[in-house]
């Protein structure tokens, strides 16, 4: 009874992460020569985004009132509710680099950080691992986003370097330097998301906090 | 657009001089399960048994008001008591299989309608017994007594006969009440099945098995129907603060 509800949330989750992504990609591209810098459809997805946020919450406070859901079922209704609010959190951050990246679209800025590419293509694929962990409920997948965590911190800190002496240097382009830093942050803070989903998926197939690296403690 | 099967408009029933139900207007919905939750003696089962004028059985009782089934007067004077139970069936808290064979329980409405040839009778025991779950478990045995089967077995055997008489709507009272958490989870999927061919009105103390099965919920208190809604919204936004109260336990 209860499981085909949750076959139908798990499938309202993967719809929703799925426009997130498009909508990291699209606004990740704008900053890449050779692609358009219009970013309206980033903006048409974040309202179909928010819409799902408030249908998955309230289909989660149904399925908690009606069934009265315990141990796994509990679990994968709790971590579904977290997992949504990550991402709309997450889209929230594809708005973000968009207006970035709509100031600077067309500039060559880009070009000056090679990280960039790869802090961008680890991001989204950081996304892209943690929802698979949980559709699949594959935990050492997940572990391997939260591993992944680090690399991503560590070229948004060499970025953030390289900006820093850049400021220094040519103060005429700061405008574009503090879009450019605003986007690593948000790229960074997608990384983090990403790696609550995966640790929210650890909780859910073995129900073992790993946060704030609780496990480590145990 | 979800159609009304059976409506109550301004119901009031009295036994004797008491007073028991009050002004009380709520529909069954087609192919919904509807659930009716409240504390014991708030009048659920005397409401569910105006649905099929059981109430008639009671010299004291006395009703004012109308229930509607697809928009005809069930307490008209000159509405048939028997064609509104064949196509209103009941099923009880206890389960109350004939003593007689398996066979012969899910027949005897048909039988007694005196309308049906022996080959017709022979099919709807069939389906009826396969639409209540219950062919693969008896059908090697359809002669032997009705009171052999188990309690969830005679309940589900109650539920195919009252499906035999192919009725519109289905009023069960605490179905499985009576029964052991399996059986009862075996009645609550039935239900849901069955919803596709009968409109079903379930009276339930259990109000987990009403959160999980029906789609409408109707909260009875003191003989007044407080709240009646969809179930996701009555259970977790009641509009009336008593249906909050009763739900997370203050009273009842």
Known sequence: MLNTKLNELKRMLMEQASLVEKMVIISMNAIQSGYECNLESVMRYEDRVNRIELEIETYCTSLIALYQPEAKDLRAILMSYKINNDLERLADQAVNITESANAICGEPISEQFPQLLDMKLKSIAMLHKSMSAFINKDVALARQVCADDNE??????????????????????????????????????IADLSTNIAENTVFLVEGKVIKHHVDDEQ | MVKAHICTNNLNLWFGDNHVLYDVSMCVFENRITAMIGPSGCGKSSLLRC????????PSARIQGSILLDEEDIYHPKARVTDIRTRVGMVFQKPNPFPKSIFNNVAFGLKIQGKHSKSEIMDRVEKSLKDAWLWDEVKDRLHSSAMSLSGGQQQRLCIARALANGPRVLLLDEPTSALDPQSTAKIEELCLDLKSKVSILIVTHNIAQAGRISDYTAFMYLGELVEFGESSQVFTVPKDSRTEDYLTGVFG
């Open chain 1, 152 to 189: 991503v911190d560590e070229l948004n800190n060499s970025i953030r370097k390289n900006l820093v002496i850049l400021m220094k240097k040519s103060p005429e382009f700061i405008n574009n330097y503090l879009h450019l830093l605003r986007i690593t942050n948000n790229l960074e803070r």
């Open chain 2, 51 to 58: 649905f099929n004028r059981m109430n008639d059985l009671i």
